[in-house]
């Protein structure tokens, strides 16, 4: 029988396998076989991309992340042969954040921001249904949510910047594995802080941030001063 660890860990272990670890591998070894530096790029690059492409297959639905990752490989691949230098296929990597960053932060202007979004994935209907009495209900509630979408887009255009920094100035065999890393950091600061102030919203309101009560906690109804919200 599988843990109640297992899936998760394995969900998490499978996207970093295949956009960290493997593309890693295959470029240094591709580099210590004196391939050109854009080819090993190319060709570590494909294996996320080439992912997506079974992976929508698979789903017969293409995901919006999946399409930009095939489309920003092929972009920076074409424009890599044209001039030659490396360095473009590099600052594929920048892209996908700014353009995760500019999304995330557009959320902003939408009906529910990213980070309601994303609590659907955690929640099921009941929750669901509570998660949104208590977002018409609690401006507190929508101010957090809020709040957590801009760290999170920003962190997203952060890393973006400093992805295009380092495409654009450090040794082209560094930065893959640089930027990678880096990514890596700044999602586990964002899951940090975001478990604080999950907890801290908790602490205050007797609400979940995400719309999910821990067990024998009150629903959002019954907790004072809610009521009729």
Same mark, same amino acid.
């Given at each position: 029988?599988?843990?109640?660890?297992?899936?998760?860990?394995?969900?998490?272990?499978?996207?970093?396998?295949?956009?960290?670890?493997? #593309? *890693?591998?295959? +470029? +240094?070894?591709?580099?210590?076989?004196?391939?050109?530096? @854009?080819?090993?790029?190319? /060709?570590?690059?494909?294996?996320?991309?080439?992912?997506?492409?079974?992976?929508?297959? =698979?789903?017969?639905?293409?995901?919006?992340?999946?399409?930009?990752? =095939?489309?920003?490989?092929?972009?920076?691949?074409?424009?890599? $042969?044209?001039?030659?230098? #490396?360095? =473009?296929?590099?600052?594929?990597?920048?892209?996908? #954040?700014?353009? $995760?960053?500019? @999304?995330?932060?557009?959320? *902003?202007?939408?009906?529910?921001? &990213?980070? &309601?979004?994303?609590?659907?994935?955690?929640? %099921?209907?009941?929750?669901?249904?509570?998660?949104?009495? =208590? @977002?018409?209900?609690?401006?507190?509630?929508?101010?957090? $949510?809020?709040? $957590?979408?801009? /760290? @999170?887009?920003?962190?997203? *255009?952060? %890393?973006?910047?400093?992805?295009?920094? !380092?495409?654009?100035?450090?040794?082209?065999?560094?930065?893959?594995?640089?930027?990678?890393?880096?990514?890596?950091?700044?999602?586990?600061?964002?899951?940090?802080?975001?478990?604080?102030?999950?907890?801290?919203?908790?602490?205050?309101?007797?609400?979940?941030?995400?719309?999910?009560?821990?067990?024998?906690?009150?629903?959002? !109804? !019954?907790?004072?001063?809610?009521?009729?919200?």
């Amino acid at each position: 029988m599988e843990s109640r660890g297992a899936r998760p860990a394995r969900a998490l272990l499978a996207p970093l396998t295949i956009s960290v670890a493997l #593309p *890693l591998a295959v +470029y +240094y070894a591709l580099r210590a076989q004196g391939i050109a530096q @854009w080819q090993a790029l190319l /060709l570590s690059s494909a294996i996320p991309a080439a992912h997506a492409l079974v992976t929508a297959l =698979v789903r017969r639905r293409a995901e919006v992340f999946d399409l930009l990752i =095939v489309a920003l490989l092929a972009v920076s691949a074409v424009t890599s $042969l044209i001039s030659g230098s #490396p360095r =473009v296929l590099l600052l594929k990597d920048a892209g996908l #954040p700014a353009v $995760l960053g500019v @999304w995330i932060l557009g959320t *902003l202007f939408a009906a529910r921001p &990213f980070a &309601f979004q994303f609590g659907r994935r955690l929640r %099921d209907p009941a929750a669901e249904e509570e998660a949104e009495r =208590v @977002w018409d209900g609690m401006p507190e509630f929508r101010a957090a $949510l809020r709040g $957590l979408t801009m /760290l @999170w887009g920003g962190v997203e *255009l952060l %890393d973006a910047a400093l992805s295009t920094v !380092e495409a654009l100035s450090l040794p082209v065999d560094v930065v893959p594995v640089l930027g990678r890393f880096q990514s890596i950091a700044l999602i586990a600061l964002l899951v940090v802080v975001t478990i604080r102030r999950s907890r801290g919203f908790q602490t205050r309101h007797g609400v979940g941030l995400f719309g999910v009560r821990p067990a024998g906690a009150p629903a959002a !109804e !019954e907790i004072p001063g809610r009521a009729g919200a």
